[in-house]
């Protein structure tokens, strides 16, 4: 899937946003948006006092043609938001093709079958060239795949059966070889089917804060419509008309009009954010919950490190010289296709300009590293060799009557001390030394992990490591915490812990064994290349597969939560200055003792109201790009992004309207538009 974002001003996207603005004028839909309704329903009365009305119809017209603008710009503003999901659902529909599924029966012979006919636990062949038909899990052989219709990675991945990298999505390619699949999805509910429905927008339900937001604009909207009312029998009494159009511009330049006509078009976007970066959220809650989070979960391996430890010295034990552990350990690794067991064929050859051997030697006998064992090795004529953990190895040395030194002992532990994993290689009864394996820290994480502390956020590192080996990697990348020697109920309950004592928790994984965490996180970010139980699992989906990523996914919903509070904000602001600069023009006529509180010098009590109006209008438009692009995003503590708001927003809010409207005013009343 292309990740290319899409101009706000891109012809695709506006005509047909045009086109949805009106359509958007339903009440069954407007009713949703209780801000926007109120105002369409003042359109509309406005609009019937054109024919009912005795004088000013020019003025009345005029307001009318202003307020539907109202509503048809915040409806705009909903319709482009979606308008840039819809362009990326149509380049995920171009994966979904009139497939033919290679279907077994219970007999195993094949049977061919619409893509659509198959249901969940059926088995389908795919073979090279072959679209895989269904969302499923690989149960036999291995295939390299084209994602590139999901990814927009055009370099295949490998999925098999067995690993945590068997989960295959409909609509991708086989390119080689041949798998056996087993679907998991049902119907009309594959993984793509629900991409598209999210990046369209036709699943996002509102969050509980926008919920609760809507639920404030919606009282403070009532509260403005009950003073309206009341205003006009005082009128009458006061010897004034408020007629029902100047009530509803007065209305509807009062109530938070502007927030109310974006907040649906932040939400949206902030959905449209993650998918351009490959990320497909599965509720809009997740998006706003990633805005939250304080506590952040990283595995090590593949996150914080490369993912592939290197050797990096050759330790010989007392009596034995660097060539000789080198040779030793060179030859116990040359069956090791490991990266860590070729590392060490690398830096023998680097160090001693040992070549490596012959695989193929007549005498070898190449021991498998095993989880038993938890150690590989060659026997080569009368030579035995083995490598790996210092436990294990010392164990089989003492069984061929050997002796494990101390200065070995020591150096272990040295070793784990610096974050390095050591492997003891032992030539029969004789221990060599230690080969010690770095974890490569990824360069420019400490900076990260520094930025996310910056944020308020707590990041912890899991990792299978002992505790000397974490704590050194953990200093190394700057964490805050970690967990080592982390089994999948352990992360389950610290996840646990974390949230009960009030905090919001993230995490990545991609395999079965990650899903309970990933369901019980409050953000779970499960990898592409994982399990079908992980994806189920998580509340987003990353299809690059980069476990880093969880970092943008924070930023990205702490941007639309500082978005939505800094327009709501300006709108609260927006409104306060409205009341000086509309009320006192509209009453100074009648009551002359409050004309010095006309600071604006509006023409008259009708130029204002219009001004008020039009400017109502055009802000809502003006301020699309920012509600889409969102607000710049910095790592502040939440009472530096509160005076920012304030001092930014706040003012900028009490101080446009004042110059928006007189400008306006100006060209209303040079014009002679009432």
């Known amino acids: 899937m292309s990740t290319k974002a899409q101009s706000l001003f891109d012809r695709a996207i506006l005509v047909p946003a045009i086109g949805d603005a009106f359509k958007k004028l339903d009440p069954r839909l407007m009713v949703k948006n209780p801000v926007m309704f109120v105002t369409e329903v003042g359109a509309v009365l406005t609009t019937v006092a054109i024919f009912t009305a005795k004088v000013d119809h020019g003025f009345i017209v005029q307001l009318a043609i202003w307020l539907w603008f109202t509503v048809l710009f915040a409806n705009f503003a909903e319709a482009v938001a979606e308008g840039r999901g819809k362009a990326q659902a149509d380049s995920l529909r171009k994966a979904r ?16 079958v619409a893509a659509t006919l198959l249901e969940k636990d059926d088995l389908v062949i795919c073979e090279t060239g072959d679209v895989i038909p269904a969302d499923g899990e690989v149960i036999e052989g291995i295939a390299s795949v084209d994602e590139a219709a999901i990814t927009g990675e055009s370099a295949p991945v490998i999925r098999e059966s067995g690993g945590d990298r068997s989960a295959v999505t409909g609509g991708t390619r086989v390119i080689s070889d041949r798998i056996v699949i087993r679907v998991t999805s ?43 009312i009341t205003l006009r029998p005082f ?6 008309e408020f007629t029902i159009p100047v009530l509803v511009a007065l ?58 430890r290197m050797a990096s010295a050759f330790l010989p034990a007392p009596g034995v010289t660097e060539n000789e552990l080198a040779d030793a350990a060179q030859l116990a690794s ?44 060659v026997d080569l004529d009368d030579r ?31 070793a784990a001390r610096e974050g390095r994993t050591p492997l003891v290689v032992a030539d029969g009864r004789k221990v060599m030394g230690v080969v010690e394996l770095k974890d490569v820290v990824k360069g420019g994480i400490k900076e990260r992990f520094s930025h996310l502390r910056k944020m308020g956020i707590r990041t912890v590192m899991i990792t299978g490591d002992n505790p000397m080996t974490a704590a050194a990697i953990a200093a190394e990348a700057g964490v805050d915490d970690f967990m080592a020697q982390a089994t999948p109920e352990d992360k389950l309950k610290r996840i646990r812990a974390e949230q009960a004592a009030g905090h919001l928790v993230a995490m990545t994984g991609d395999g079965t064994n990650d899903a309970p965490a990933l369901a019980q996180a409050d953000v779970g970010v499960a990898m592409n290349t994982g399990t079908q139980a992980a994806r189920e699992a998580g509340n987003m989906v990353d299809l690059d597969s980069n476990p880093t990523k969880l970092i943008e996914i924070v930023e990205i919903g702490k941007q639309l939560l500082m978005t939505r509070g800094s327009l709501t904000t300006f709108s609260i602001a927006n409104d306060v200055a409205k009341y000086f600069a509309i009320i006192p023009a509209m009453l100074m006529v009648t009551f002359p003792a409050i004309a010095p509180l006309n600071v604006m010098k509006l023409a008259s009590p009708q130029s204002a109201i219009l001004s008020a109006v039009i400017f109502n209008a055009l802000i809502i438009i003006a301020l699309i790009p920012l509600a889409l692009k969102g607000v710049a995003y910095r790592p502040l503590g939440a009472m530096a992004v509160l005076r920012r708001n304030l001092l930014v927003y706040g003012a900028g809010g009490l101080l446009v309207p004042f110059v928006g409207i007189k400008a306006v005013d100006l060209i209303v009343s040079n014009l002679h538009l009432v």
């Not at 497939?99 to 049977?111: G, N, P, W």
């Not at 509910?189 to 509980?208: C, H, W, Y």
């Not at 490596?356 to 021991?367: I, Y």
Request: aromatic share 4%; with cysteine.
């Open 384 to 414: 035995s060799i083995r490598k790996g953990a210092a436990e294990s190895v010392q164990c089989w040395v003492e069984e061929q009557g050997g002796h494990f030194p101390q200065e070995v002992s020591h150096a272990v532990e040295a």
């Open 186 to 228: 049902e119907k009309g509910n594959t993984f793509l089917d629900r991409m598209i429905s999210m990046v369209e927008g036709a699943t996002r339900q509102k969050t509980p804060n926008e919920i609760a937001l809507t639920i404030l604009l919606s009282a403070m909207t009532l509260i403005f419509l009950l003073v309206c």
């Open 251 to 308: 209305l509807v330049c009062l109530i938070p009009t502007t927030i109310g006509g974006l907040l649906s078009a932040i939400g949206i976007s902030g959905i449209d954010r993650l998918i351009r970066r490959n990320v497909i959220a599965t509720s809009g809650r997740a998006v706003e919950a990633a805005g939250d989070i304080d506590v952040l979960l990283l595995d090590k391996t593949g996150t914080i490190t490369i993912g592939n």
């Open 235 to 240: 009128g009458t009494y006061a010897g004034m």
């Open 97 to 112: 093709k009139d497939t033919i599924a290679r279907r077994l029966r219970k007999d195993r012979s094949e049977e061919q």
């Open 334 to 377: 040359l069956a090791d296709e490991t990266p860590e067991g070729r590392s060490i064929v690398v830096l023998a050859k680097e160090r001693f300009n040992i070549r490596g051997r012959e695989l193929q030697h007549p005498h070898a006998a190449f021991v498998p590293f095993t989880a038993q064992t938890r150690m590989s090795g």
